[in-house]
């Protein structure tokens, strides 16, 4: 299970112990909860001012981008369809 708090960092917890098996720190204080998604054992989220990736297995960062926006940004999750790329009509 991963959880991110009202700091932006985000944790991974095991479900069969209850412990933390890791933390990955932006203390980036945002209004949240805003959560995070899991796909393909990629964990997505944001701070207040960047959207990142993380190995879902080890919690090392894979990518983070800085948002110009002066808006919160929000994480969108679609399920890909059979061919991995998303349907023809999302946004139509």
Known sequence: ??????LSNVLAISLATGKVR???TYNSPNGGPD????????VYGAT???AFALDAATGRQL?????TA??????IAYKLGAT???PDTVGS
């Open 84 to 86: 991995g790329k998303l």
């Open 48 to 50: 207040n001012h960047a």
């Open 63 to 67: 990518w983070s981008r800085t948002l």
């Open 35 to 42: 959560g995070v998604n899991v796909a393909g054992g990629v």
């Open 1 to 6: 299970m991963n959880r991110k708090d009202l």
């Open 70 to 75: 002066t808006q919160r940004p929000m994480i």
């Open 22 to 24: 890791w933390t990955h």
